[in-house]
């Protein structure tokens, strides 16, 4: 497997890049084989995308070379890039929805007759040439709206293919993929390396980065930390190299007390939740596993006032309650923090303290006007239990790191005195030490007498977080595991099985 | 450690006051500017009784640009200010033509234009229409209405204690100004510390994640429409007053000036974002420039062009200052 030939294909040589005062990288060396998949780590900015926009021609770098195949590169563009041979996969797909799958292929640089006549009928068969090389499921004459996620994967890496790219560097591939999707992307990956295309991968998930890379270099604050042999390396060891020190994995104490604060019984909404019954008690953290699509999202929607059951019933206390809506739920003590942060969490323009205060704003007026000393006050005091980073309640929420805003919205359902918080991927795109800390804090809530349901995909956290695990398959939950029963096999057991039933359904 | 804390929090008030104010003096120096230039070319621009000439001749617009700067940070747009105006302001004069009291008649003209913004607001949040169209649509519909009743004519007869008020001063300043004052001292009041107008600024800012937070959306996008429609209604009986006849063409393209008032002070029509001092600044640049322009007895085509040429240079200005502060 080791394949780290003497002269490389890509030679990125001391990249240094500085914004203002700040140096995003500096003296950073990179070599990646023909063939070679390498993976590129670092928690959210250590530096990982200031170096892939070097190397796609976005940015120019303060200091350093680039060689593709020994051949320096001059001069720093994005066409420059791409005639040497450079692509990138972006992690938002930067594609045409309402275009075909041929027609992206070739947007920008189209094949003509007599240069101005687009020459649809080549274009077309090149297209469907190159793509039948990866996934001969992909008709090109389809728009790119009527795609999957993974399949739109494959045209992007096509259109690379297409334009001859011998070096293809790709952005958290996988952040949106099945599992079956991600075994699919792994072996066209290693298709691609069999025929000498050197692979830039960068990802967050560690266990994959084991199984589709040789190499991995680790960034760390614009540094590189190192670049290891994956095969002599365990993922302790890389984590540590990433984070730049030990992350202590001890088992906590389950604060259950036993009293069932939440009663859910044959809950039902559109073929996405079935007949859904369990309980959450108070101080419990409950997680709940599931593929994506497992209907788990619209199970918190539900529990939150988004969305209506249709059967079923919610009991809160031993009360059943009907929530019409979201200040319906908030009335009872639910709260959810949303999964998609930027569109569903934050109020991006507000500051820290505005977004932490909006569901707590009639509670701190007196006849119609905030009273907006004790409001602030009692913010700050959230803000210094979650660790707020920056402890500035002015600044606005979207220049906080994800971490920092999920700890903001956690405020303000803590403000609003929420007893049951439903936390929707919690740590998506929050990098290795900011987990940790997201981590106590879902912890110290549970001790406090909050009851908890956490959803995720990523299996690991949902073990490390857990006092039991639900498990939800195709809008129904087929499982409930206490403690000693939790474990990755488990959970995917009663999370994907009959999966290929389901899928062609 | 305390004493630190404290001294940290009102270093962070201040820092957050001229943060707020940054693109305000931006708005004031370009006022400033435009009426320096009129200075020098204008010799009479610059007198007490033309200064004082050039806010009566604002206040119109202000008070419309108020209610659609609400509108905008909310995220919507209300197209219908002018139609809302003449509809309510044609109804109330009718109504006082008819003998109905003077204070009876302008409370039923509120409740019209209020009316007018509900039906507006209602549409967009309940039946989920776009604000646009929603509002052009009822630009037609409460303008036709005001011809419809009135046959096209203007009201005449009015109360001759009703357009005394308009026309009189308080001290120094004209009625219309000072109701102008006070309106925006409250609509400021209440964006600055009232639920609502955090309320306003969230939904604008974003919708989705305003719901999940529990902001009622419905309540205050309505809210926002109704506020428009009242003070359009305003808007238009301070005209009324003023001409001494109520005419139902009255407040044509009034919603275009509003817009530009609203966008040269600071409002960003993707919503989320606006100031109630910048509106009021943007309307005394749009009123002192019309003003100058006529002392120096430029053409009315020339007036259009400066308009255009003003709001465009100050987005552009707004465009690259972002991010500097």
Known sequence: MSNTPDKPRLAMRDIGKTYGAFAALSGVSLNVGAGEVHALLGENGAGKSTLLKILSGIVAPATGSIEVDGRPLHGHSLANARRSGIAMIHQELQQVPELTVAQNMFLGRPLTRAGIILARAPMRAAAAATLAKLDKSIDPDAKISTLRVAQRQIVEIARALLFEARIIAMDEPTSSLMPAEVEKLGAIIRQLASTGTAIIYVSHKLDEVRRFCHRASVLRDGRLVGTIALADTTEEQIVTMMVGRDLSHEVHPCASTGEVVLDVRGLSWKDRVREVSFTLHRGEILGIAGLMGAGRTELLHLLAGLETPQAGEIRLGGQVVRLRGVRDAIRYGIGLLPEERKKEGILPLRSALSNAAITSLGAYSRQGMIRSGRLRADVMELFRSLHLRPLDPDKPVRLFSGGNQQKIVIARWLLSGVKILLLDEPTRGVDIGAKNEIYRVIRELAASGHAIIVVSSELPEILYISDRVAVMRNGRMTATLERDAMSEETIMQYAARDTRVEETA | ?325
């Not at chain 2, 008030?13 to 204008?42: E, H, P, Q």
């Not at chain 2, 204070?103 to 507006?120: D, K, P, T, V, W």
């Not at chain 2, 604008?204 to 309540?219: L, M, Q, Y």
Request: hydrophobic residues 55%; positive net charge.
């Open chain 2, 1 to 325: 450690m305390v004493t630190q804390g404290t001294l940290h929090m009102t270093e962070q008030k201040r820092r957050r006051l001229v943060a707020f104010n940054l693109r305000d003096a931006g708005t004031l120096f370009g006022l400033l500017a435009i009426s320096g230039l009129f200075a020098v070319l204008a010799p009479d621009f610059l007198t007490l009784h033309n200064l004082i000439n050039i806010l009566q001749q604002s206040s119109i617009n202000a008070c419309v640009a108020i209610g659609m700067t609400l509108v905008i940070i909310g995220g919507g747009i209300d197209l219908s200010v002018g139609a809302s105006a003449a509809l309510s302001a044609v109804l109330t004069a009718m109504m006082m033509a008819a003998g109905v009291p003077l204070g009876l008649a302008l409370l039923a003209g509120l409740g019209i234009g209020l009316a007018c913004g509900y039906i507006n607001g209602a549409l967009i949040s309940y039946a989920g229409l776009q604000p646009f169209i929603v509002t052009l649509g009822t630009l037609s519909l409460y303008r036709a209405l005001a011809l419809i009743v009135t046959g096209g004519n203007p009201i005449l007869n009015l109360p001759g204690n009703f357009s005394n008020i308009f026309n009189a001063s308080i001290g120094i300043l004209p009625v219309p100004v000072v109701i102008v004052i006070v309106l925006s001292a409250i609509v400021w009041l209440v964006l600055r510390k009232a639920p609502i107008g955090e309320y306003i600024l969230a939904a604008g800012g974003n919708e989705e994640a305003a719901r999940v937070a529990g902001v009622p959306i419905a309540r205050t996008k309505i809210t926002t429409y109704m506020a428009s429609g009242a003070l359009a209604f305003i808007a238009g009986i301070i005209l009324v007053g003023r001409l001494g006849a109520a005419e139902p063409v009255l407040g044509n393209l009034w919603e275009l000036n509003a817009i530009a008032a609203s966008a040269i002070g600071g409002a960003s029509l993707m919503g989320g974002k606006g100031s109630i001092i910048g509106t009021l600044l943007g309307a005394l640049v749009l009123g002192a420039m019309s003003n100058g322009l006529i002392l120096m007895n430029v053409q009315a085509f020339y007036q259009l062009l400066a308009t255009g040429i003003i709001i465009i240079a100050a987005m552009l200005v707004d465009r690259f200052t972002r991010g500097r502060a």
